[in-house]
């Protein structure tokens, strides 16, 4: 089964600094997608950015970007230039590349990132 | 706003009851997906419909039972309620059963006393 780990329980950021939120994951399937969702206290789960496997270019949102390893099974989040309102819960998900069974996300713990003024 | 309309917004209820959820996927989705964030399991997936048909069953308890009816809104409805089953129960949808990415509700809190 699909595991997906987030390491880091909390992080903490300075306004206008740079943060990595790290996710590895565990798969023994070629072709996936990988996500990331931002949890905000309004508990929403809003998408931020997702991954193809089969893609080796990494995903980039404005300010946010991933460092997909798919050898290493690492999918860590990049926010640049911080900003009050990045503050929330930040969930890294799975999901198997073709529908049935696979078709559900598999999430890691989260990781609460609290931005400084 | 993700398009996604979940109802209620919040249930307080006491152990042993029945409580049903109801959730409309955004125009055009076909699938519909159950979640349950709670602070010791954090978000588990419990079951998927796709099309009035069932899916996929995830760490969904017996106690708990789904449907999507043709419009397409779906219902979880839980019963026999035990306090362990607070928590904050999201649905998901997206127009196909896999490749596309999956929009949230806001869900519903449900706490029981």
């Known amino acids: 089964a699909q595991t997906v780990t987030q390491s880091q329980p909390e992080m903490s950021v300075q306004e206008a600094e740079t943060v990595t939120l790290s996710c590895t994951y565990d798969t023994s399937e070629s072709d996936y997608y990988l996500f990331w969702y931002k949890q905000p206290p309004s508990r929403q789960m809003i998408l931020v950015i997702r991954?193809?496997?089969?893609?080796?270019q990494n995903a980039t949102e404005n300010r946010f970007s991933v460092n997909f390893q798919k050898a290493a099974k690492s999918f860590s989040l990049k926010i640049s230039d911080s900003q009050l309102g990045d503050a929330a819960m930040y969930f890294c998900a799975y999901r198997g590349w073709d529908g049935g069974s696979q078709g559900n996300l598999i999430f890691g713990k989260g990781t609460k990132l609290s931005v400084k003024p | 706003d993700s398009g996604v309309t979940q109802t209620p917004k919040h249930l307080i209820t006491a152990t042993g009851q029945r409580v049903t959820l109801r959730c409309s996927p955004r125009?055009?989705?076909?699938?519909v997906y159950w979640y349950q964030q709670s602070l010791d399991q954090g978000l588990q997936f419990l079951i998927q419909?796709?099309?009035?048909?069932?899916?996929a069953k995830g760490n969904i308890l017996e106690r708990f039972s789904a449907q999507q009816f043709p419009d397409l809104h779906s219902e979880l409805n839980l019963s026999s309620l035990e306090l362990g089953d607070s928590a904050l129960y999201f649905c998901?949808?997206?127009?196909?059963?896999?490749?596309?990415?999956?929009?949230f509700g806001d869900g519903t809190r449900l706490s029981i006393l």
């Open positions: 419909y796709y099309n009035g048909e069932e899916r």
């Open positions: 125009s055009g989705d076909l699938s």
């Open positions: 998901a949808s997206s127009v196909g059963s896999s490749n596309q990415p999956q929009h």
């Open positions: 991954q193809e496997a089969y893609k080796q």
